[in-house]
């Protein structure tokens, strides 16, 4: 196999060696070691398509964070396959290239993630496959005008040359925007991230979720109070300053909702003063912010679901100062708000590890059943914060796992799945509470999701399938710790 250098960045020509006698050939289609040189994830989908002589597709992509690297072949028949750079940070931006893929001339061509992609068929019944490096998704569609002024790809030549006097357009390929009128913006270089609270549980897993994605190490930078006080404003300045990051997610925040109440000061120093600190340097940088904001905003009085544009009424000092959190971030136009609630993750106490502990010398528990919302996965909820922070979707969403339980029906399944022999006894909130010094809780934390939808991106997984995964991830942790402690 060898990677031929095209005028466009990044994309190559591949040609494949080809084996073969009287009876037929062998031929080695994919090979991940040998495409690792391509910015190229991984074979997520195979796709094929068939088309009549004259057939123009094009110029396709998808959106972020659904973007595409392909890996295209005509496997029976002729095609002139188009691909346009779109990155605008690319030395190449707007510049074209354009080969005759056949049957038997052994070529692939690379597509790079930001380019626009396109063929016409040169014969009745050409068949195309694709490798692809992420799922298709149809609400992430785009695309540019395949004969844009703009981009200048000479079609009146490679038609008349084959034979087509017009090509044969979709009604979709007839009215997509010229490359200068296209409001996706792609580009070349990798973003930076920068991460508030990163030793936290959501912290610590959206850095993970950065890792996964192919993110590359000096590209996130994770603060905590040592690094970067978040109430401290020239320091937040100074260090958002320096790394000018393209994405901020903003996970540091005052969480001990009881002690929220006896120290009113300092709380609302971190959760509305560091929000203000946080947006002020993000606006200066051009970053986008995601803020981790909480149901607790909410009175939880509601019959039914709460979504995104209900008003909201904090009850408890916890409460009032995420939401005045939420209003300082709102001020830069490139924002993320995002209420979650009962979170759980690896790397800090939660309420699993809390009913787990307790199993070893309780035989009974008695748990809240009538407060109801969604225990939330930080692996999950990490997932799905990077792929909006892809988008320029800016607002305010609710992000849970699906379907909902109370408290004490969350502990029963706790105990169910790691074989505890515990009885939970549900009581009401004013029963667990009498004669305590608590905040307010809502009863209510049902958030509707279905907003996440329209935008294009999944909703998570239920929360037992989460509960499922983080149990599993707890034993192995647990493993690891015995084996390090012999």
């Given at each position: 196999m060898k990677l031929i250098d095209t005028n466009l960045k990044d994309c190559y020509v591949i040609e494949i060696d080809r084996y073969g006698d009287n009876r037929g050939f062998f031929e080695e289609y994919y090979n991940k070691k040998r495409y690792t040189p391509l910015q190229f994830k991984a074979v997520e989908q195979t796709n094929r398509s068939s088309s009549l002589k004259g057939t123009l597709r094009g110029l396709h992509f998808q959106k972020n964070p659904f973007c595409q690297a392909k890996i295209v072949e005509v496997i029976k028949g002729r095609a002139i396959d188009v691909v346009v750079d779109m990155r605008v940070d690319s030395p190449t931006y707007g510049q074209y290239f354009y080969i005759e893929l056949t049957d038997n001339n052994n070529k692939q061509l690379f597509?790079?993630?930001?380019?626009?992609?396109?063929?016409?068929?040169?014969?009745?019944?050409?068949?195309?496959?694709?490798?692809?490096?992420?799922?298709?998704?149809?609400?992430?569609?785009?695309?540019?005008?395949?004969?844009?002024?703009?981009?200048?790809?000479?079609?009146?030549?490679?038609?008349?040359?084959?034979?087509?006097?017009?090509?044969?357009?979709?009604?979709?390929?007839?009215?997509?925007?010229?490359?200068?009128?296209?409001?996706?913006?792609?580009?070349?270089?990798?973003?930076?991230?920068?991460?508030?609270?990163?030793?936290?549980q959501l912290g610590f897993d959206i850095r993970r979720e950065l890792l996964a994605n192919g993110i590359k190490e000096e590209n996130i930078l994770s603060t905590d109070v040592s690094s970067m006080d978040i109430t401290d404003r020239e320091k937040v300045m100074e260090v958002i300053g320096k790394f000018k990051p393209d994405v901020i997610f903003h996970c540091a925040a005052w969480t001990a909702v009881d002690k929220a109440e006896d120290e009113k000061e300092l709380v609302t120093k971190?959760?509305?003063?560091?929000?203000?600190?946080?947006?002020?340097?993000?606006?200066?940088?051009?970053?986008?912010?995601?803020?981790?904001?909480?149901?607790?905003?909410?009175?939880g009085t509601k019959k039914g679901l709460y979504v995104p544009d209900d008003k909201p009424n904090p009850k408890s000092f916890y409460g009032k100062t995420k939401y005045l959190g939420e209003e300082e971030i709102r001020k830069n136009p490139k924002h993320f708000v995002c209420r979650t609630s009962w979170v759980f993750g690896i790397n800090g106490k939660n309420f699993i590890r809390t009913m787990l502990n307790l199993a070893d010398t309780h035989k009974e528990l008695t748990v809240v059943d009538d407060q109801i919302g969604s225990p939330t996965y930080t692996v999950d909820l990490s997932h799905l914060l990077y792929n909006l922070s892809q988008t320029d979707n800016y607002g305010t969403y609710h992000v849970t796992n699906e379907e909902y339980c109370s408290w004490a029906e969350f502990a029963e399944y706790i105990f169910k799945i790691n074989d505890k022999d515990v009885r939970v006894k549900r009581v009401s909130t004013e029963e667990y509470y009498k004669g305590k010094k608590m905040a307010y809780r809502p009863l209510n934390s049902k958030l509707d999701k279905s907003k996440i939808e329209e935008i294009g991106l999944q909703r998570l997984p239920s929360w037992q399938d989460a509960t499922d995964r983080y149990c599993r991830e707890l034993k192995e942790e647990q493993l690891v710790l015995r084996r390090f402690e012999k």
């Open positions: 597509v790079p993630r930001g380019f626009a992609h396109g063929f016409v068929a040169l014969e009745d019944d050409t068949r195309f496959q694709y490798l692809v490096d992420n799922e298709y998704a149809p609400k992430m569609e785009g695309g540019i005008k395949w004969d844009d002024p703009d981009i200048g790809i000479d079609w009146d030549k490679i038609l008349k040359a084959n034979g087509i006097s017009e090509p044969l357009l979709s009604a979709k390929d007839q009215v997509h925007p010229g490359i200068k009128e296209n409001k996706v913006i792609f580009k070349r270089r990798q973003d930076k991230y920068l991460i508030t609270g990163s030793n936290g971190i959760n509305v003063d560091g929000c203000r600190n946080i947006t002020e340097a993000a606006i200066k940088v051009d970053a986008k912010v995601i803020y981790l904001s909480t149901d607790y905003v909410f009175d």
